[in-house]
């Protein structure tokens, strides 16, 4: 009987140790931190990306083709910088045009939510071979509406390069992995509000991937979501240090 007393004691003490440890651990939430403004190339070979860590992403659905995925972000008094590593072993991307449906081909997501108190945020993608959509949405209802940003030009255009690992960058090809590296000025994000973002400043955000093999699609995700990645309340949290 003391035997069994003890032994209970014992269980529930490392249970509790084991619930404190998984709640001092937070995977909902990111710090960005804050850096000099840098020049992209695509690999992710600045040193700027030294002082962050990885972040990896969950494959959601998969296709017995399980493929390492994941992200870093900083940011500067201009903009905000994401970095991509998505391990793959063919470019399905054919699109060679801006503005396109890139998420229907490989590409890598971001949506940036920063003023929780209206459902407007900005969705980010990118295709291995460096195109690119940038959409502002805005849920009303159970309807999404979507336009392009006006004069996308100067100070307003977001910087984006890739580069790919074990092959060609071009459509078709055999390849290892492919990395992709951008710039989100505030300046195009001014409408969305918290603009530009101070210490301690929190926006809501989710990161996705999507990768296709003979036209079935599969994905990623930093935040676990039901059924779309534009689940903006099955968003993760960005913290501005």
Do not use: C
């Not at 994401?82 to 949506?111: G, M, P």
């Not at 949405?137 to 100070?155: K, T």
Request: charged content about 20%; overall charge negative; aromatic content about 14%.
């Amino acid at each position: 009987m003391k035997r069994s007393t003890a032994l209970l004691l014992f269980l529930t003490f490392f249970s509790s140790i084991s619930m404190a440890q998984e709640k001092s651990i937070d995977n909902t939430s990111l710090l960005a931190k804050k850096t000099a403004d840098f020049e992209l190339s695509g690999d992710g070979k600045a040193n700027s990306w030294q002082s962050t860590q990885w972040v990896n992403m969950a494959q959601r659905k998969q296709l017995d083709t399980p493929m390492e995925t994941k992200f870093k972000v900083l940011y500067s008094n201009k903009g905000i910088y994401f970095l991509f590593f998505s391990q793959d072993t063919r470019l399905d991307a054919s699109i060679l045009e801006d503005n396109k449906h890139l998420w229907t081909e490989d590409v890598v997501e971001v949506f940036l939510w920063p003023d929780t108190s209206k459902e407007a945020y900005f969705e980010y993608e990118l295709s291995p071979l460096n195109y690119e959509l940038p959409l502002m949405v805005m849920n009303m209802g159970e309807q999404r509406h979507r336009w392009q940003p006006w004069f996308y030009e100067d100070d307003r255009a977001v910087l984006h390069q890739t580069a790919v690992q074990g092959g060609s960058k071009e459509s078709g090809a055999s390849i290892t992995s492919w990395t992709g590296e951008f710039f989100i000025p505030f300046s195009l994000l001014l409408p969305l509000g918290q603009m530009p973002p101070e210490p301690g400043t929190v926006w809501k955000t989710n990161m996705y991937r999507m990768d296709y093999v003979n036209k079935k699609g599969m994905y990623w995700s930093w935040q676990a979501i039901n059924s779309s990645f534009h689940e903006i309340h099955n968003f993760g949290t960005l913290q501005f240090e």
